[in-house]
């Protein structure tokens, strides 16, 4: 249970929901060691998310690399903020609706999507988004580059499952940057006017770009930026997958049941640059970096596995193994996609073909034969 | 809700335009229970125009919602539910409100299809009046629809008369694709027609043949059909004014019907362009543009845009020496008319 | 002094701030009278207050006539805000920069924009924003019609004067639906992360046309969306001049002390239809009128003005009569205004004119020649 | 702070032109300190792309001012400051991300000094990279230049060389009205010209004659006069190509310097436009309106555009069929030459 759930409460509280300390440790309160949620005991559970972070981490490693050959185009890392991303993507069900940002490459993972198509999109190849997800709902949204707009989105999708009497929840990420625009205040507003059932989720890695957290906002919390849209907004460890998962669960069940929207403020780092173009050295001291890694989410929950008996080196060596086996089944799909046609670029413009438009399609293959001969 | 409604299906109504415009979305919403309005003040007060008038009383808040003051929101709001299998109708209060909606309609709603490839699509309407002369303070006059014709995946649509703003009201709800609906104000309450409730739509992406006429080709749109009707009707019933003009409503300004309108040139050599938007890279433009590069060989003389200047709208005090007369337009089609080659 | 300036008590603050109760007795606090403050003893300012106030309502009188009768356009009259807004413009120092919106007559009055010039802003005139007000900085802002975009110019102005090292501030007002827009929410989250010296003051008059104040926002109170921006905020009664004043005061001498921008939410009413275009009943109940009737500020404050000695009927009498004079001559001196020539509408679009525009130009005037012949 | 820089001044760089850019903001920054610039990651990091590389250091942070993610923002605030005296210079981190902006350049920058009869004026800059062509994600890539060039009270400007992007930029900078500047970030890096840095401005509201010649009219503006220049200088030089060709840099895309294309085309009989925007109402469809009305009488051929399709820029995987090619400038001279009425 959700001890906070008052908006007032929520709001002043001064330090974020967690449950494992830096290390992997589970933190002591009071005399005591914290009482966990009981599916931090779900050994399954707690290896599958594992799985996913670990393999999230991968992705990006691989991604990284096929970027600096030219192989993909730019690209952003999600190093260290795996478990905010992976709990968006176990905490949802399979009829919920996603509703991520470019860094959701983890929840995106989770839910079905498969690697080829990533690598598809970061390749500047439509079809990267064109995958219906395995176990989604069909309408998981594509990445959305304008930031905070998806913010917009996801209220209007929520709106819709609740005028359509269904009861599925839409669960919408974004950044600390993404936070100060006004599709995502305004958005804020709607669903706390209109009661959406919609969750937000804040990763906060501190930067945006190279603009820092204190600049984006005077505010003490971004959580207070539900607050004032009325909406039960909590502050997460967001390196700690118990706390997030705890936390996503139970305001996606609430978003379910029609309680109205959440607001979740996930405190976390981004370890790597902006994106593969960026270099982060130009503003950000290497000690601060430094002692972020010490704090990352992976290390700490393979710590807690550990303890708990549910995982061990053997697992981890053989785990890595099936994750480099499966991106090089991956990268080999991906690098099997020919180019779409030229003439694709009218395909899906309109569903009804303007019949003024032929001229164009024809100057299209014109061009390329043009370009392309000798 | 209305009781009595079912009786009046496919009943002829003599109604205004703004009418027309409640009359097609009350039918879309009979007909179509995924047809849901929102914008501010289309609930209990109707719409500032009293085009949503009566509908949230009839099909209730669910589905005729009032927001927040944000248009930014009611554009993406739009999006999402038009994704999500609605089709969300959404009223922009006023043309000169609309550009915080521009982000959400530019980047997502002309896109989403494109960029999916078909896995997701935005079938949505975004209805905003139009146009000046109604003696409105500043941003209540605009014409901008030049904006959205220059975005690849929109379509925008202009009715003209009540009946076609039934008509392509409907065409823009069922089309499975977003649709920019601008309805002319000066015109909502200005004359009655004929209207069939039979929930049929006009096609879009067609120019409607207002007159025949083989002297000369006049294009226009929206509230300045008016004039335009009026002094096309004037020289083609004066025997002695010895001309026969051909009107052109473009009514879908985004794509284009060049084909009906270079039909028309053929035949008549001459054309002049009528709207009331600022000249510069107008609508005006692209079909000038389009007879430079295509036409010029039958034109017997230049082609003529008659249209706003490009300033702002005077308030309204002034705004008559803007606005776009009847005179104006005579003198237009005799200049042209005079002129060769 | 202030009590609450902290961000974290004004926004749990649960009443308005008040110190006149609405029949205009001062506020019973425990046992006792509540402690007034000193200004509230000043007969000048007090008389001076209420001039502004009832001219304020003359003036609206006299708009609304104007309206029906053709003389101006489309009108929105403050009827039962006007303590709001001519606290706005008393607590404003000269060299101050005002930045209103459109309901905001009193405010525009006490900087000492002519009233010819408001009949002529609402007449269709764009020299009705063209008049330097007496005693403002030279720029006070015009009306914005495009709702809440205004308070993005108010942060761009307050940064310039910061940046100018200048000391003065700004004062923002808008309405409860404006506070819906993203531009006043990103503004607000700007002016807090730059500390800049703005104050804004949300008119919450219960309405946004027809939509009412719950449907605005979920959030128990506008002021909130204030400490989401990392701003002090309070909720003060709207229709209490001398709360008004003290907050206004207080948030304005903290901006020019450089201590960072406020946010007051002013609970008011609004008693006329949004605009002469408008229908209120068509939206609202009578009672719900009648009831804000009981609460308007300017009878409240007359009773205050009689009880302190201040003022009577005499006196009442004779400002009337001075407000009917100053009305019907700043009417006249509107009628005396001829329209401007119809090349105006060119005069003042570019400082260096393009000269590709003469054609435009001249055939503007061809254009007048045909139509205003014969 | 760097102590050397005054010994640099009026020296002459051999830069490349986001360098220029850098230079005209330092050289306007040390001359007037009420400009000051405002953007998202332009502070310490120095943009993006570099343009305002070492400016925070060297004015501080009071004058280069990294705002929260919020473009709307950044355009209303930019005018409040316009309006109080400074000349903000605001960065827009991609043209993709502009439409946020729309709302305060439509109707409050490009109204301020119309609205207030002069009262207030608002001479601001709004500077973004646009443009395809280096392989970036979704919206990295738009031209729609045309949008700005629609609404009355804005200049919208575009260099093509280091030298022009100086020298504009600084006019941009002194012009008392909003001026939206655009560069072509395609050519950022292109190539490297030397500009001196003399705090000279180039004219705004005037062409740039790139190449004279006498047979058609070729005009562009932006990153395609790279290709326009090597087409035109290909053609010019090879005497055999019995063709000689003058190309026209708009420069200002929006007011349109007529007079020099009229006098151009009164010249050559022939014209080409090129733009990267889609075609439907682009800067080209006005160019080639204000022929068809005025023009074609001195025309042997009809005008051609070449454009971008009215398709969303594809991926960057297949952005090579949608970016207009040397290839394809050549073959439509070719085209108008071969043609006549
Ligand atoms: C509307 C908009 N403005 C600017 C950009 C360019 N941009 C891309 S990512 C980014 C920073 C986003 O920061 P944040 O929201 O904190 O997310 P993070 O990248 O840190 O995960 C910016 C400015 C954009 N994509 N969209
Ligand atoms: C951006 C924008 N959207 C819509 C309108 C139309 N409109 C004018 S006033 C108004 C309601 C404003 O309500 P509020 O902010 O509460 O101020 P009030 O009129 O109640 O004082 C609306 C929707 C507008 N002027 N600007
Ligand atoms: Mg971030
Ligand atoms: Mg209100």
Known sequence: MLHNLSPHLLTNVSTPLQYLSANGDVVIEGNSVKELPEFARDKELMVQAYRWMSLTRAFDQKAVALQRTGIIGTYPSSLGQEAISVACGMALERDDVFVPYYRDHGGYLVRGHSMEHLFLYWGGDERGSAYKPNEGSGFDMPICVPIATQASHAVGIASALKIQQKKQAVLCTLGDGASSKGDFLEALNLAGSWQLPVVFVINNNQWAISVPRHIQSGAPTLAQKGSAAGIPSIQVDGNDFIAMYEVLNEALERARKRKGPMLVEAISYRLSDHTTADDASRYRPQEEVDEAWSKEPSKRFQHYIHQQGFWDEKAEVCWQDDCQTQLVKAVAAYQSFEAEQPEAMFDHLYENWPTCMDDQVIACGEKYLRNHSG | ?341
Chains 1, 3 share one sequence.
């Open chain 2, 1 to 341: 809700m209305n009781t009595n409604y079912d009786h009046q299906l496919e009943e002829k109504h003599n109604i205004c335009l703004v009418e027309a415009v409640n009359l097609a979305l009350r039918r879309a919403m009979l007909d179509d229970e995924s047809v849901v309005l929102l914008g501010e003040d289309i609930g209990v007060n109707g719409g500032v125009f009293r085009a949503t008038d009566g509908l949230q009383e009839q099909f209730g808040i669910s589905r005729v919602m009032d927001t927040p003051l944000a248009e930014t929101t009611i554009a993406g709001t739009a999006v999402g539910m038009a994704v999500a299998g609605l089709k969300p109708i959404a009223e922009i209060q006023f043309m000169g409100f609309i550009y915080a909606t521009l982000e959400h309609l530019f980047c997502h709603a002309a896109r989403m299809r494109n960029r999916t490839r078909g896995r997701l699509t935005c079938p949505l309407v975004l209805r905003a009046p139009f146009g000046g002369g109604i003696h409105a303070p500043e941003h209540h006059s605009e014409s901008t629809e030049a904006l959205f014709a220059h975005i690849p995946g929109l379509r925008v649509v202009i009715p003209s008369s009540p009946a076609r703003a039934y008509g392509l009201l409907l065409a823009a709800i069922n089309n499975p694709d977003p649709v920019i609906f601008l309805e002319p104000k000066r015109l909502y309450r200005a004359e009655k027609h004929e209207v069939v409730d039979d929930g049929k739509a006009l096609p879009l992406d067609t120019c409607f043949t207002l007159r025949e006429g083989t002297d000369l080709t006049l294009i226009s749109w929206g509230a300045c059909i008016k004039e335009c009707l009026s002094v096309v009707d004037g020289f083609n019933s004066i025997a002695d004014s010895g001309l026969s003009i051909e009107l052109i409503d473009l009514a879908t300004v985004n794509p284009i019907d060049f084909a009906t309108i270079e039909a028309s040139i053929k035949k008549t050599g001459r054309c002049v362009i009528v709207h009331e938007a600022a000249k510069t890279c107008g609508i005006g433009a692209e079909i000038a543009a389009h007879i430079a590069e295509h036409l010029m060989s039958y034109c017997k003389a230049p082609v003529k845009r008659i249209t706003g200047f490009d300033t702002v709208m005077p308030y309204f005090r002034n705004e008559q020496h803007y606005m776009i007369t009847e005179l104006d337009i005579e003198a237009g089609i005799k200049t042209v008319m005079a002129s060769s080659f």
